[in-house]
């Protein structure tokens, strides 16, 4: 369901930190993230389970990463999206032959109607918070050549690191972990420091893949028992490292992603591994417009 992503030292990022610098190409994945590892696994527990269809609220990574995987399980999905996602993004969805229907202005609105959906007969592929999903997130991990003594990765909703410190956890290492987020998008900082979920009321700012209003409770809890350094960076500087990661390995990759290659620079250790988590939609346009009016 997912592809074994490269494991490169960027020698750009190892000179500028002064220390090895590893990177994990999830933006190399089919689907274009990360994603596609914890709904891939996700969606094909739910067909053994006996799903007709798979139906998702998201209009980002995770709607696309569905999207392959019904199309791979060969059962079919519907992606309820809000208005506000891009032209681009649904042509994908859909050119991956899923339905895509609009509903609502955020995200909210669509995933109401994604239930509504579900309950005639399909199952509901939640963006982060789901053990199936944490399961296949974790994954990455496996096929890590070496364990690294830091490990920096950017934080949404938080499946992707609860996953990544299950991985941990079995593997049996005890990597330092940096969890990164924007200023705009802080649930899980937020949330560490009250020892508990809080919903920050909205999200703000660019790196929109990173906003959910609270991260999982799997998510804090792990955080909590393996002490996760959490950090925050601007958009300003999600977008730089966006650009420069185009300019040093030729790739394009979201703020969302840019954010955990500016939390780098925070980061003091003798080796460190980023996961690369990818984005799906961006093009060149995209970049240049970010780098025009991002502060
Ligand atoms: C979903 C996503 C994230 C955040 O992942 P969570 O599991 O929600 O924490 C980060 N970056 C990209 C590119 C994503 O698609």
């Known amino acids: 369901m997912h592809i074994v992503t490269p494991c490169i030292e960027s020698t750009p990022l190892s000179h500028r930190r002064g220390f090895p610098v590893w990177l994990k190409l999830e933006n190399t ?3 274009g993230s990360f994603k596609q590892r914890g709904m891939g696994a996700a969606a094909r527990a739910a067909v053994e389970a006996g799903a007709q269809r798979l139906v998702s609220s998201s209009g980002g990574n995770a709607g696309l990463a569905v999207a392959w995987a019904g ?3 060969g059962v079919p999905v519907t992606v309820v999206v809000p208005s506000r996602t891009s032209e681009g993004m649904k042509a994908r969805i859909a050119a991956q ?16 109607r994604a239930i509504q959906l579900a309950e005639r007969g399909g199952a509901l592929m939640h963006p982060f918070d789901h053990p199936d999903i944490w399961e296949g997130h974790s994954t990455l991990i496996d096929e890590l050549p070496h364990e690294p003594k830091a490990l920096v990765v950017s934080v949404g ?5 609860a996953g990544l410190l299950m991985g ?3 593997r049996g290492w005890s990597t330092r972990v940096y969890a990164v987020e924007t200023f705009g998008t802080d649930s899980l900082f937020r949330a560490m420091e009250a020892r508990r979920v809080v919903d920050r009321g909205g999200i703000d700012g660019i790196a929109l893949t990173l906003g959910a209003r609270a991260v999982a409770q799997e998510c804090l809890r792990r955080s909590l028992d393996w002490g996760v350094q959490p950090l925050r960076v601007s958009d300003r500087q999600a ?3 966006c650009a420069r990661f185009a300019d040093d ?6 703020p969302a992603c840019g954010a955990a290659l500016a939390g780098l620079d925070q980061v003091q250790a003798e080796d460190a591994l980023v996961v690369v988590c990818g984005g799906a939609s961006v093009t060149p346009a995209d970049l240049a417009s ?6």
Not at 249 to 254: G, I, Q, T, Y
Not at 290 to 295: G, I, V
């Open 29 to 31: 994945q089919p689907a």
């Open 71 to 73: 199309r791979t399980l």
């Open 97 to 112: 032959g899923a339905d895509v229907q609009v509903h609502g202005e955020v995200w909210d609105d669509a995933h109401a």
């Open 157 to 161: 909703g938080g499946g992707l690191l």
């Open 168 to 170: 941990l956890q079995r």
């Open 239 to 241: 977008v730089e490292a």
């Open 249 to 254: 390995h030729r790739m394009l990759v979201e």
């Open 290 to 295: 970010w780098l025009a009016t991002t502060r």
